[in-house]
């Protein structure tokens, strides 16, 4: 009867629990969109450039070679490697949850129990064999295995395993997001670069026929066609000159040590492609369709990756309204003194326990470890839906770049070849006494200008290739 009766009070608080773990609290939920455009300028050509391998996609193998160094030695991506370790160690962590806990050790001590209390009544009375008295003190000696394992009925353990398992992921497209971004930041500081050579080639170059062109008006000076004031101004031309060079040799120290920041070192000369940079002629690009950026950008992959930890992290937090079933035992050897331990079996201890605990009353933490980790699901959908806009945008924008400076670039290189002739005419009148020296210096001026544009506008067209196959997700394989 009594044990019947247990029974009863067993089954009336696991159907207690049961029921108010059924109450959860109702939450509003969103769902990310997925939907793209079907294209960027209507085509539905699905080759994409962002899928070549870095090696592939730059030609250059100075540039090949810097990147190469950087991905072995840039501190920024070696941080994130650790955060891969980091994720994978969690998943461990998480798997061992939910399997048996065993632990093996001993245990020694002394009890001495007061006369006037029933243990020590007890004691005082009671032989441990036939005419031989409990040891008093009593001495205790225990040796054995001891095992513990929560039954995982919920999946609350198995799900906590899951959402690390997809924040490893997101650990591993976040170090391939870090990769693209760095292979993009060593190119497009290694076409800077080769812009500030060629702005010191071209200056340099001015600098020698500004000095021609100072000695004629000397010369002009001594037939007295001219008076100090054209001698003075040209002179003051040159050094203007002169002293743009130091400017532009400081943004290439800046420029190299940029690099060599990327790439882990110390500052040193970086080793570079010495060709006419105006030469350099734009990779062209493929850009696919925009369905590809889900499955290209790691940017997006990994936003992917933490709204499915997010999901499941819900989940693991409704688990706590639920009853909660552990299992223990216990087998081992105990005795007052060590030499008994080895009388098997009367030294053997055993037991077996199952125990179930749920909240009842006052779920506020669990309340609000449930809607804080809802909340955090929404962050993770809005992020996600953030992501993926924010790809489609820099891949529109920089289609939209490319175009418009291939035609920027047509028009200033006109502009030049246009001021470089001017050059040579405004000389020829000058020699005839047919202009002012004014013009010539006008001309001269104009004309360096517009070079050193051409040479920013090309800097920009390389720069436009490197940016798009970023956007595009390529770098990391």
Same mark, same amino acid.
């Given at each position: 009867?009594?044990?019947?009766?247990?029974?009863?009070?067993?089954?009336?608080?696991?159907?207690?629990?049961?029921?108010?773990?059924?109450?959860?609290?109702?939450?509003?939920?969103?769902?990310?969109?997925?939907?793209?455009?079907?294209?960027?300028?209507?085509?539905?050509?699905?080759?994409?450039?962002?899928?070549?391998?870095?090696?592939?996609?730059?030609?250059?193998?100075?540039?090949?070679?810097?990147?190469?160094?950087?991905?072995?030695?840039?501190? =920024?991506?070696?941080?994130?490697?650790?955060?891969?370790?980091?994720?994978?160690?969690? +998943?461990?962590?998480?798997?061992?949850?939910?399997?048996?806990?065993?632990?093996?050790?001993?245990?020694?001590?002394?009890?001495?129990?007061?006369?006037?209390?029933?243990?020590?009544?007890?004691?005082? +009375?009671?032989?441990?064999?036939?005419?031989?008295?409990?040891?008093?003190?009593?001495?205790?000696?225990?040796?054995?295995?001891?095992?513990? *394992? =929560?039954?995982?009925? *919920?999946?609350?353990?198995? @799900?906590?395993?899951?959402?690390?398992?997809? &924040?490893?992921?997101?650990?591993?497209?976040?170090?391939?997001?870090?990769?693209?971004?760095?292979?993009?930041?060593?190119?497009? @500081?290694?076409?800077?670069?080769?812009?500030?050579?060629?702005?010191?080639?071209?200056?340099?170059?001015?600098?020698?026929?500004?000095?021609?062109?100072?000695?004629?008006v000397k010369m002009e000076k001594e037939a007295t066609r001219v008076t100090e004031l054209a001698v003075k101004r040209f002179q003051a031309q040159v050094?203007?000159?002169?002293?743009?060079?130091?400017?532009?040799?400081?943004?290439?120290?800046?420029?190299?040590?940029?690099?060599?920041?990327?790439?882990?070192?110390?500052?040193?000369?970086?080793?570079?492609?010495?060709?006419?940079?105006?030469?350099?002629?734009?990779?062209?690009?493929?850009?696919?369709?925009?369905?590809?950026?889900?499955?290209?950008?790691?940017?997006?992959?990994?936003?992917?990756?933490?709204?499915?930890?997010?999901?499941?992290?819900?989940?693991?937090?409704?688990?706590?309204?639920?009853? &909660?079933?552990?299992?223990?035992?216990?087998?081992?050897?105990?005795?007052?003194?060590?030499? $008994?331990?080895?009388?098997?079996?009367?030294?053997?201890?055993?037991?077996?326990?199952?125990?179930?605990?749920?909240?009842?009353?006052?779920?506020?933490?669990?309340?609000?470890?449930?809607?804080?980790?809802?909340?955090?699901?929404?962050?993770?959908?809005?992020?996600?839906?953030?992501?993926?806009?924010?790809?489609?945008?820099?891949?529109?924008?920089?289609?939209?770049?490319?175009?418009?400076?291939?035609?920027? $670039?047509?028009?200033?290189?006109?502009?030049?070849?246009?001021?470089? =002739?001017?050059?040579?005419?405004?000389? &020829?009148?000058?020699?005839?006494?047919?202009?002012?020296?004014?013009?010539?210096?006008?001309?001269?001026?104009?004309?360096?200008?517009?070079?050193?544009?051409?040479?920013?506008?090309?800097? @920009?067209?390389?720069?436009?290739?490197?940016?798009?196959? &970023?956007?595009?997700?390529?770098?990391?394989?």
């Open positions: 009867m009594r044990n019947k009766r247990i029974l009863s009070w067993v089954g009336i608080a696991f159907i207690s629990l049961a029921y108010t773990a059924c109450k959860t609290p109702t939450l509003v939920t969103k769902t990310e969109n997925k939907a793209v455009p079907v294209s960027y300028t209507g085509s539905q050509d699905s080759t994409n450039a962002g899928k070549l391998s870095w090696k592939t996609y730059f030609a250059d193998s100075s540039l090949q070679a810097l990147i190469e160094q950087g991905l072995q030695g840039n501190q =920024e991506l070696n941080i994130t490697l650790q955060e891969i370790q980091i994720a994978n160690n969690e +998943i461990m962590a998480r798997k061992g949850e939910y399997m048996p806990f065993v632990n093996l050790g001993g245990a020694a001590g002394v009890e001495k129990a007061s006369r006037y209390t029933l243990p020590g009544a007890t004691e005082e +009375i009671t032989e441990i064999k036939p005419g031989k008295k409990t040891p008093d003190p009593l001495s205790d000696f225990r040796f054995g295995a001891t095992a513990s *394992w =929560e039954i995982d009925i *919920w999946h609350k353990l198995r @799900n906590a395993k899951k959402a690390a398992a997809y &924040r490893y992921l997101s650990s591993v497209d976040g170090k391939n997001f870090t990769v693209t971004n760095l292979v993009s930041e060593i190119a497009s @500081n290694y076409y800077e670069l080769l812009a500030l050579d060629a702005q010191l080639e071209i200056l340099q170059r001015n600098i020698d026929i500004q000095n021609n062109a100072l000695k004629i050094l203007n000159t002169q002293n743009l060079q130091y400017d532009i040799r400081q943004k290439i120290v800046e420029s190299e040590n940029r690099i060599n920041f990327l790439l882990g070192r110390y500052p040193q000369p970086v080793v570079r492609t010495h060709q006419n940079f105006e030469t350099l002629m734009p990779t062209i690009i493929q850009t696919g369709i925009p369905t590809q950026l889900l499955e290209n950008r790691p940017d997006v992959k990994q936003a992917e990756n933490d709204l499915a930890a997010a999901k499941l992290d819900v989940q693991v937090a409704k688990a706590n309204f639920y009853p &909660r079933l552990g299992l223990s035992a216990v087998l081992g050897f105990q005795s007052f003194n060590p030499v $008994y331990l080895a009388k098997m079996p009367k030294s053997i201890i055993t037991s077996i326990a199952a125990d179930m605990a749920g909240p009842l009353i006052n779920k506020n933490l669990i309340k609000a470890t449930y809607y804080s980790a809802n909340a955090k699901q929404i962050q993770a959908v809005y992020n996600y839906e953030r992501t993926v806009l924010n790809a489609y945008i820099e891949v529109a924008n920089q289609i939209s770049r490319i175009g418009n400076l291939e035609k920027s $670039y047509d028009l200033k290189k006109s502009e030049v070849d246009a001021l470089n =002739e001017s050059i040579n005419i405004s000389n &020829r009148l000058f020699a005839s006494a047919r202009a002012d020296y004014m013009e010539v210096l006008l001309t001269q001026r104009d004309a360096l200008e517009s070079r050193f544009d051409l040479i920013e506008t090309k800097m @920009n067209q390389m720069n436009a290739t490197v940016s798009i196959y &970023r956007a595009l997700g390529g770098g990391w394989r």
